[in-house]
């Protein structure tokens, strides 16, 4: 594969990853779990969620009085081949739930985690999808 080839992999894959967690904080589970393979694996919390619909119904047993945003950092994809590609990624959460719709913008004192996300990426009929993705805690912050 050539680097033109391979950087373009890189980049779709990489948007696809932020796009993730941008359907993730706006609460658009549907447009996310789409995200994945229709086998694709999530990683979270201790439960490994297999295929759309588990992961579908993980989603939904979440606060619905939640503000929650990932920040996405130290983003690096790999492609393996014209139909695979590795990541690792940093995720810092940001997360606040006083039981009620937020109506301004919380006052939090820190972040809530940092997560180091590594993942597996696969070419499907409808484009670039999450194979599997692991959400492996690396720091808790102090309330």
């Known amino acids: 594969m050539n680097r033109d080839a391979a950087r373009a992999i890189e980049w779709d894959c990489a948007q696809l990853l932020i796009r993730f967690f941008n359907e993730f904080d706006a609460w658009r589970y549907r447009e996310m779990v789409k995200l994945f393979a229709p086998e694709g694996v999530w990683h979270r919390q201790g439960r490994a969620l297999r295929g759309h619909d588990a992961i579908l119904a993980a989603l939904e047993q979440r606060s619905t009085t939640q503000t929650v945003r990932h920040v996405v ?32 913008p919380p006052v939090i004192r820190s972040p809530s985690l940092l997560l180091a996300v590594p993942g597996e990426l696969v070419r499907t009929a409808d484009g670039w999808r999450i194979a599997s993705l692991t959400m492996t805690r690396v720091f808790e912050f102090q309330p």
């Open 73 to 104: 950092t130290n983003v690096e994809v790999t492609a393996l081949d014209a139909d695979t590609a590795k990541s690792l990624l940093y995720v810092t959460a940001y997360q606040h739930d006083a039981g009620e719709r937020a109506t301004a």
